[in-house]
C-alpha cells in the first residue's frame, strides 16, 4: 500500500470504486479489441481474394498491352492521350472509434482516348484491363489502409488492457486488502481495549 494513503473506511470506498472502474475499463477494452480483430480479420480474407484478382488482372493486362505494342510497336505516345482519372473519392466510417477509409472509384464511361484509325482492338483489350486493375488497386488500398489503421488500434487497446490487467487492478486489489487488514486490526484493538475497560469496570463494582 502506498504509505501516504491513510488506512480509513473512507479511503477505502475510494480505492475499492477505482478497482471496480478498472475492471469495467478493462472488461470494454478487452471487448474492443475482440470486435478490431474480428473486423480486421474480415478485412484480411477480403485482400487475400482481391490481391489474386489484381494479380490474374495484370497479368491479363500486360498480355494485352504486349499483343498491342506487337501489332502497333511502341504505344508509349498512344498512352500519352489518355486523361488523367479524378474519379477516386475518399471518406471514412468509425469502428469502435477507428477511421477507416472508404475508398469509392466512379467509373466514368468515356469514349477510348487514341484514334481508332490509328490502333486496333488489341489495344482496346489492354486499355479496358488496365481500367479494371485500378478499380481493383483502389479497393485493395482501402482494405489494406483499414487493416493497418486495425492493427494499429489492436496493439494500442492490448497495451491499455495489459496495464489494467497486470498493474493497475492488483494495485487497487493490494491496496484494498491492506487497507482492510489495517481496519480489521485497528477494529480488534478496539475490541480488546473495550474489553479490558469492562473488565475493570466490574471489579470496581465488585
Known amino acids: ?75 508509349g505516345e498512344l498512352a500519352q492521350t489518355v486523361p488523367v482519372d479524378n474519379g477516386l473519392n475518399v471518406a471514412y466510417r468509425s469502428v469502435m472509434g477507428v477511421e477507416i477509409p472508404m475508398v469509392s472509384f466512379k467509373v466514368q464511361e468515356v469514349p477510348v482516348p487514341f484514334g481508332l484509325n490509328s490502333t486496333n482492338i488489341l489495344l482496346d483489350q489492354a486499355y479496358n484491363k488496365f481500367n479494371e486493375v485500378k478499380r481493383m488497386t483502389a479497393e485493395l488500398a482501402e482494405i489494406e489502409n483499414s487493416v493497418y489503421r486495425l492493427a494499429d488500434s489492436v496493439k494500442k487497446t492490448q497495451k491499455r488492457a495489459n496495464a489494467l490487467k497486470n498493474i493497475m487492478i492488483p494495485r487497487f486489489e493490494k491496496t484494498a486488502k491492506v487497507i482492510t487488514d489495517a481496519l480489521e486490526e485497528k477494529d480488534r484493538e478496539e475490541f480488546s481495549r473495550l474489553k479490558v475497560i469492562k473488565r475493570k469496570n466490574q471489579s470496581k463494582s465488585a
Open 1 to 75: 500500500m502506498n504509505n501516504q494513503i491513510v488506512p480509513t473506511k473512507g479511503n477505502l470506498l475510494a480505492v475499492k470504486k477505482s478497482l471496480a472502474l478498472s475492471r469495467t475499463g478493462f472488461d470494454l477494452l478487452d471487448r474492443k479489441r475482440n470486435i478490431l480483430i474480428r473486423e480486421m480479420m474480415a478485412l484480411i480474407d477480403r485482400a487475400a481474394k482481391i490481391q489474386g484478382k489484381i494479380d490474374a488482372a495484370y497479368a491479363e493486362a500486360y498480355a494485352a498491352l504486349q499483343r498491342a505494342n506487337i501489332t502497333l510497336g511502341t504505344c
